[in-house]
């Protein structure tokens, strides 16, 4: 009797001493749209909540966080390029965060993350060679690899090739062309 009563409720079958449960939910299941402000409310816990307090500036530095648990980018490897840790004696306000034991003992720390500070030039030069010279050496090899395509198909036209000879627009023509330099500091 109870296989088959387990079988008829499997089935949607069971008599009427249960509810619908999909009758039930369907206010909420079908009532998911979201007004904006809540949309941006949304947005903001998400993006702007921080679970790291905001490092204070030091003149003639650049603070920052950095991850212990990242092996492509380790500490080490940041220090060896100019960073030093921010004990956690030298910012009164953070003593409480002082890393107890370990490698990075005496350092300001949360969870996987330790403070760090980098000499402001250096800060600059990093950012302008990884966010200014780089990118701008990548643009301009897609315009060259761009002007060379063109070449190509002007080629083949000529020898009566079907390809007509692609038309480089603004945008491509303005690639690799230098511009002001951003400034990277927090100022």
């Given at each position: 009797?109870?296989?088959?009563e387990?079988?008829?409720r499997?089935?949607g079958?069971?008599?009427g001493?249960?509810?619908?449960?999909?009758?039930?939910?369907?206010q909420?299941?079908?009532?998911?749209?979201?007004?904006?402000?809540?949309?941006?409310?949304?947005?903001?816990?998400?993006?702007?909540?921080s679970?790291?307090?905001d490092l204070?500036?030091i003149?003639g530095?650049?603070t920052?966080?950095?991850?212990?648990?990242?092996?492509?980018?380790p500490?080490?490897?940041?220090?060896?390029?100019?960073?030093e840790?921010?004990?956690?004696?030298?910012?009164?306000?953070?003593?409480?965060m002082?890393?107890?034991?370990g490698p990075?003992?005496?350092?300001?720390?949360?969870?996987e993350m330790v403070?760090?500070?980098l000499p402001q030039?250096l800060?600059?030069?990093?950012?302008r060679e990884?966010?200014?010279?780089?990118p701008?050496a990548?643009?301009?090899?897609?315009?060259n690899?761009?002007?060379?395509?063109?070449?190509?198909?002007a080629?083949?036209?000529k020898?009566?090739?079907?390809m007509?000879?692609?038309?480089?627009?603004?945008?491509?023509?303005?690639?690799?062309?230098?511009?002001?330099?951003p400034?990277?500091?927090?100022?």
């Amino acid at each position: 009797m109870a296989k088959r009563e387990n079988l008829k409720r499997a089935r949607g079958e069971a008599s009427g001493s249960r509810r619908d449960r999909r009758s039930e939910d369907r206010q909420i299941r079908e009532n998911r749209e979201l007004s904006d402000s809540e949309r941006v409310d949304m947005l903001r816990r998400t993006f702007f909540q921080s679970a790291l307090p905001d490092l204070p500036k030091i003149d003639g530095w650049h603070t920052c966080w950095l991850t212990t648990q990242n092996p492509r980018d380790p500490v080490h490897g940041r220090m060896r390029l100019g960073y030093e840790l921010l004990q956690a004696h030298e910012i009164p306000e953070f003593e409480h965060m002082g890393i107890k034991d370990g490698p990075y003992k005496g350092a300001i720390g949360v969870n996987e993350m330790v403070a760090a500070k980098l000499p402001q030039h250096l800060y600059e030069a990093f950012m302008r060679e990884v966010h200014y010279e780089a990118p701008l050496a990548e643009e301009e090899q897609i315009y060259n690899d761009a002007l060379a395509t063109g070449e190509q198909a002007a080629q083949a036209a000529k020898r009566g090739g079907r390809m007509k000879a692609p038309i480089i627009e603004t945008g491509t023509q303005e690639l690799g062309q230098p511009r002001a330099v951003p400034t990277f500091s927090d100022d």
